[in-house]
Nanobody, 123 residues
Framework: QVQLVESGGGLVTAGGSLRLSCAASGWSFSSLVMAWFRQAPGKERGFVATITPDDGKTSYADSVKGRFTISRDNAKNSLYLQMNSLKLEDTAVYYC????????????????WGRGTQVTVSA
C-alpha cells in the first residue's frame, strides 16, 4: 500500500506562484507513475500532469502547459507541482495520484490518492 499526503496549497493572487508537494509512504513510490489531478466545485476531476518513474517523462494538460512543472524526487518519496502564472480558473482542489501499472489522463486508472489540497486564485 501507498499513502499520499498533499501540502502547499493556499490563497494566491492571479499571476502568482505556488509549489505543491506530495509526500508518499510505502514501498513502491519509486516504481509508480505519478500524476496531479484537480477538481473544482461542480466539475469532474480533471488531468493536470503526469510523470513516469524511470526516465521522468512528463505530460501536461493543454491548459497548464508552459505554466506548471511536475517533478519527483524518488530518494525523498516526494512529488511536486510548481505552478506559475496562476489564473482564476486554476482554482480547485489538487490531488496527487499514483498508478502501479500505467498512467493516463483518466483518473479511474490511478489506484493511490491523496486527500487533496485547496488552491484558490483571487483577482
Amino acid at each position: 500500500q501507498v499513502q499520499l499526503v498533499e501540502s502547499g496549497g493556499g490563497l494566491v493572487t492571479a499571476g502568482g506562484s505556488l509549489r505543491l508537494s506530495c509526500a508518499a509512504s510505502g514501498w513502491s513510490f519509486s516504481s509508480l507513475v505519478m500524476a496531479w489531478f484537480r477538481q473544482a466545485p461542480g466539475k469532474e476531476r480533471g488531468f493536470v500532469a503526469t510523470i513516469t518513474p524511470d526516465d521522468g517523462k512528463t505530460s501536461y494538460a493543454d491548459s497548464v502547459k508552459g505554466r506548471f512543472t511536475i517533478s519527483r524526487d524518488n530518494a525523498k518519496n516526494s512529488l511536486y507541482l510548481q505552478m506559475n502564472s496562476l489564473k482564476l480558473e486554476d482554482t480547485a482542489v489538487y490531488y496527487c495520484a499514483g498508478s502501479s501499472t500505467y498512467g493516463t489522463t483518466n483518473p479511474t486508472h490511478y489506484k493511490y490518492w491523496g486527500r487533496g489540497t485547496q488552491v484558490t486564485v483571487s483577482a
